[in-house]
């Protein structure tokens, strides 16, 4: 894995006295006593993050945590008063604090795309002229530029409108213009500023879809700024929590939902419903923590209704069910299964935890078993888990 | 009078001495420089006059309906054109009307040529807008007969010193609707550009002035209608228009010929306005 984006104990202070405002930083003042003493504005304060190539790490808070702020150091739209922005550059990694004019222009039109929220289009331009837009300030000549634009109005599903002005289109296909616009460049790093908060909440999902379809065959690297955890839990594959300037968690999703940092990070998942993220994987035991009954039997639930029989490879060999034998059945052949007393479904790690829990009420509450890729036991989950995982205890 | 009143009007500040000081310098050290100004300029406007009055008065009408057409795409402007411009050939104007016309879109030209540019360099430089200000309005409120008398002895009687007193007038218009274009620009789209990677000129050119466009266009129209406003008293220093017949109107107390030029000015300023306008609507 590479690095393509690292923040490194970045400080950024809007406003005048920004000498005095950074000694009260680093003694951990908040931002409203920085504003208080010195009338600076704390964007955002020791923050330090990196970013792998091909991940989208999704910057959540509150509005005015600064996440916006952070993002915004990374093609410099922000300056930054301390610290640095390493970015990826070919075969070097260039520090956009201290680079040079030029450095940072080549970095602006080939390495690093933007898309804004009020999706900053030029509305006295057609819908192609915006897309090409990132490309004519790079000087690409006028052929080229053409046919990259019709790709990209092609992959955005936009070629009937190519000669439209972009304020005759809806916000959301305006969005979609600038998503282009930013792809176009094919820049490999995507800085997304809350691309989809303008928007109403069936063409987000919509959007949000679409991107991440987009980013399974583009896999680019992208930072995206969001104010909503559900978003930030389906697109992200890490999520960064920032509060008043300062970064609270960095982690996956499920990290993010299983443990919580503090309060702040309490308050945000409140609302979100765990099955939306969870797998198997987040709330299983693992073998070694159930109960062996001698013989290769293992228990698989607490209350000891169900148990595998194990070989020495740890496949399972038979299985029994309130001490009569049971069949064991894929959790992927559950919505077809009619309900069953006699069956012990089993899953991959992978499943999500929505349909484990249909499994379990599929066999009348029976612990559902997990198997790695080989059909080896690894180990179980029973209704205590779900349980425990769903109410967060 | 009190004593304090007394005392303070004892020694009087001879701003005006200073004035004329100033003036009989410049007059004495830089006449070539003046008299090539105001040479060049009377070049240009007079053949610009000569050219059109050569040519038969009907085919300016339907040149510049023509050109109506072409800005607006209305039937309807160039027919009024046509019709309006008649109605001063019928009235014995014509030559008058020329050369008023030429006087002010040389104005026109002359104010945008110097006011755009200095609009976006203030645009850009929030302290030099802060000492043109102060300027600004003391080329609007200055009253004209006050620099009418310095660029007389400038630049003598004739078409220059009126269209230099135009451009005065005229042309803070342009600079205040250009820095206020510019500096309104949303920023959603400058970040756009600079993300994008533009460099100051590319920013200027492909975000900045498209943007202020409309602004900068009402700018022209304003600095159209200011430059119509000063006919009359550049017809004051000698310069030939509709202005003159105005004046002879007023000393000599004739009401005919004052509603007939009054007429003829109307008229081109209503046509002016209609053809500079920005056409509003999908295509821009």
């Given at each position: 894995?590479?690095?393509?984006?690292?923040?490194?104990?970045?400080?950024?202070?809007?406003?005048?006295?920004?000498?005095?405002?950074?000694?009260?930083?680093?003694?951990?003042?908040?931002?409203?006593?920085?504003l208080a003493r010195t009338g600076a504005v704390l964007g955002c304060a020791g923050?330090?993050?990196?970013?792998?190539?091909?991940?989208?790490?999704?910057?959540?808070?509150?509005?005015?945590?600064?996440?916006?702020?952070?993002?915004?150091?990374?093609?410099?739209?922000?300056?930054?008063?301390?610290?640095?922005?390493?970015?990826?550059?070919?075969?070097?990694?260039?520090?956009?604090?201290?680079?040079?004019?030029?450095?940072?222009?080549?970095?602006?039109?080939?390495?690093?795309?933007?898309?804004?929220?009020?999706?900053?289009?030029?509305?006295?331009?057609?819908?192609?002229?915006?897309?090409?837009?990132?490309l004519e300030l790079a000087g690409v000549p006028d052929a080229e530029r053409r046919?990259?634009?019709?790709?990209?109005?092609?992959?955005?599903?936009?070629?009937?409108?190519?000669?439209?002005?972009?304020?005759?289109?809806?916000?959301?296909?305006?969005?979609?213009?600038?998503?282009?616009?930013?792809?176009?460049?094919?820049?490999?790093?995507?800085?997304?500023?809350?691309?989809?908060?303008?928007?109403?909440?069936?063409?987000?999902?919509?959007?949000?879809?679409?991107?991440?379809?987009?980013?399974?065959?583009?896999?680019?690297?992208?930072?995206?700024?969001?104010?909503?955890?559900?978003?930030?839990?389906?697109?992200?594959?890490?999520?960064?929590?920032?509060?008043?300037?300062?970064?609270?968690?960095?982690?996956?999703?499920?990290?993010?939902?299983?443990?919580?940092?503090?309060?702040?990070?309490?308050?945000?998942?409140?609302?979100?419903?765990?099955?939306?993220?969870?797998?198997?994987?987040?709330?299983?035991?693992?073998?070694?923590?159930?109960?062996?009954?001698?013989?290769?039997?293992?228990?698989?639930?607490?209350?000891?209704?169900?148990?595998?029989?194990?070989?020495?490879?740890?496949?399972?060999?038979?299985?029994?069910?309130?001490?009569?034998?049971?069949?064991?059945?894929?959790?992927?052949?559950?919505?077809?299964?009619?309900?069953?007393?006699?069956?012990?479904?089993?899953?991959?790690?992978?499943?999500?935890?929505?349909?484990?829990?249909?499994?379990?009420?599929?066999?009348?509450?029976?612990?559902?078993?997990?198997?790695?890729?080989?059909?080896?036991?690894?180990?179980?989950?029973?209704?205590?888990?779900?349980?425990?995982?769903?109410?967060?205890? | 009078?009190?004593?304090?009143?007394?005392?303070?009007?004892?020694?009087?500040?001879?701003?005006?001495?200073?004035?004329?000081?100033?003036?009989?310098?410049?007059?004495?050290?830089?006449?070539?420089?003046?008299?090539?100004?105001?040479?060049?300029?009377?070049?240009?406007?007079?053949?610009?006059?000569?050219?059109?009055?050569?040519?038969?008065?009907?085919?300016?009408?339907?040149?510049?309906?023509?050109?109506?057409?072409?800005?607006?795409?209305?039937?309807?402007?160039?027919?009024?054109?046509?019709?309006?411009?008649?109605?001063?050939?019928?009235?014995?104007?014509?030559?008058?009307?020329?050369?008023?016309?030429?006087?002010?879109?040389?104005?026109?030209?002359?104010?945008?040529?110097?006011?755009?540019?200095?609009?976006?360099?203030?645009?850009?430089?929030?302290?030099?807008?802060?000492?043109?200000?102060?300027?600004?309005?003391?080329?609007?409120?200055?009253?004209?007969?006050?620099?009418?008398?310095?660029?007389?002895?400038?630049?003598?009687?004739?078409?220059?010193?009126?269209?230099?007193?135009?451009?005065?007038?005229?042309?803070?218009?342009?600079?205040?609707?250009?820095?206020?274009?510019?500096?309104?620009?949303?920023?959603?789209?400058?970040?756009?550009?600079?993300?994008?990677?533009?460099?100051?000129?590319?920013?200027?050119?492909?975000?900045?002035?498209?943007?202020?466009?409309?602004?900068?266009?009402?700018?022209?129209?304003?600095?159209?209608?200011?430059?119509?406003?000063?006919?009359?008293?550049?017809?004051?220093?000698?310069?030939?228009?509709?202005?003159?017949?105005?004046?002879?109107?007023?000393?000599?107390?004739?009401?005919?010929?004052?509603?007939?030029?009054?007429?003829?000015?109307?008229?081109?300023?209503?046509?002016?306005?209609?053809?500079?306008?920005?056409?509003?609507?999908?295509?821009?």
């Open positions: 894995m590479t690095v393509a984006v690292e923040f490194r104990n970045v400080d950024i202070v809007f406003g005048k006295d920004r000498a005095r405002a950074l000694e009260m930083i680093d003694r951990g003042a908040s931002r409203d006593e920085v923050a330090s993050l990196t970013v792998q190539e091909g991940d989208i790490s999704v910057l959540m808070g509150l509005s005015g945590s600064g996440k916006s702020t952070l993002l915004r150091a990374v093609n410099r739209l922000n300056v930054v008063s301390r610290g640095s922005v390493m970015v990826h550059d070919g075969d070097r990694m260039v520090d956009v604090v201290t680079c040079d004019d030029a450095t940072l222009r080549s970095l602006r039109q080939k390495q690093v795309a933007m898309v804004f929220q009020q999706f900053g289009l030029l509305p006295w331009r057609t819908v192609e002229e915006n897309i090409g837009f990132g046919e990259r634009v019709a790709n990209q109005l092609r992959l955005v599903g936009l070629d009937q409108w190519s000669k439209k002005y972009a304020h005759e289109l809806s916000g959301g296909m305006q969005q979609r213009v600038g998503l282009a616009r930013a792809f176009a460049t094919e820049a490999p790093i995507l800085l997304m500023d809350e691309p989809f908060s303008a928007l109403d909440p069936l063409i987000r999902t919509k959007l949000q879809d679409e991107l991440l379809q987009l980013q399974a065959k583009l896999k680019k690297t992208i930072i995206f700024v969001s104010h909503d955890l559900e978003e930030a839990l389906k697109i992200g594959t890490t999520i960064t929590i920032m509060e008043g300037g300062r970064i609270v968690q960095t982690g996956t999703p499920e990290d993010i939902v299983l443990q919580p940092a503090n309060d702040y990070v309490r308050d945000f998942i409140a609302n979100v419903n765990p099955l939306s993220v969870l797998t198997a994987w987040n709330v299983m035991r693992m073998k070694h923590e159930l109960a062996h009954d001698g013989d290769g039997w293992v228990w698989l639930d607490r209350r000891a209704t169900t148990r595998f029989r194990l070989d020495a490879q740890d496949l399972v060999i038979a299985a029994e069910r309130s001490g009569r034998p049971a069949d064991w059945v894929s959790c992927s052949d559950v919505e077809r299964l009619p309900e069953n007393g006699s069956q012990v479904f089993w899953a991959t790690p992978g499943t999500s935890l929505k349909t484990v829990m249909l499994a379990m009420q599929r066999s009348q509450t029976a612990p559902v078993a997990l198997f790695d890729e080989q059909s080896r036991f690894v180990g179980s989950i029973g209704i205590q888990d779900v349980l425990s995982a769903v109410l967060r205890r | 009078m009190d004593p304090v009143s007394a005392l303070i009007a004892s020694f009087k500040i001879p701003v005006g001495q200073w004035g004329r000081s100033f003036f009989t310098f410049l007059t004495t050290n830089f006449e070539w420089f003046f008299d090539a100004i105001a040479d060049g300029v009377t070049w240009v406007l007079q053949s610009l006059i000569d050219l059109l009055l050569w040519l038969p008065p009907v085919v300016v009408v339907l040149l510049i309906a023509a050109l109506a057409w072409w800005l607006q795409r209305s039937w309807k402007l160039a027919v009024a054109v046509a019709i309006g411009l008649a109605f001063i050939i019928n009235q014995g104007l014509w030559k008058d009307t020329v050369e008023t016309l030429v006087l002010v879109v040389g104005a026109t030209a002359a104010s945008m040529a110097i006011g755009v540019p200095i609009g976006i360099w203030a645009a850009h430089n929030e302290r030099g807008y802060r000492i043109l200000q102060p300027v600004l309005d003391l080329m609007q409120t200055m009253p004209t007969f006050v620099y009418l008398i310095p660029v007389l002895i400038l630049f003598g009687l004739g078409i220059a010193p009126g269209l230099i007193v135009t451009v005065i007038f005229a042309s803070p218009a342009p600079i205040r609707l250009t820095y206020l274009g510019i500096t309104s620009v949303p920023k959603p789209m400058l970040e756009a550009g600079e993300a994008f990677g533009a460099t100051k000129r590319q920013l200027l050119w492909k975000v900045e002035l498209p943007a202020a466009m409309p602004t900068i266009m009402a700018g022209l129209t304003q600095c159209i209608m200011l430059s119509l406003s000063m006919v009359v008293i550049a017809a004051l220093i000698g310069a030939n228009g509709l202005g003159k017949p105005v004046v002879r109107a007023l000393n000599s107390v004739n009401i005919p010929l004052g509603l007939e030029a009054g007429l003829a000015i109307v008229i081109i300023a209503i046509i002016l306005d209609r053809m500079s306008r920005v056409r509003t609507g999908a295509s821009r």
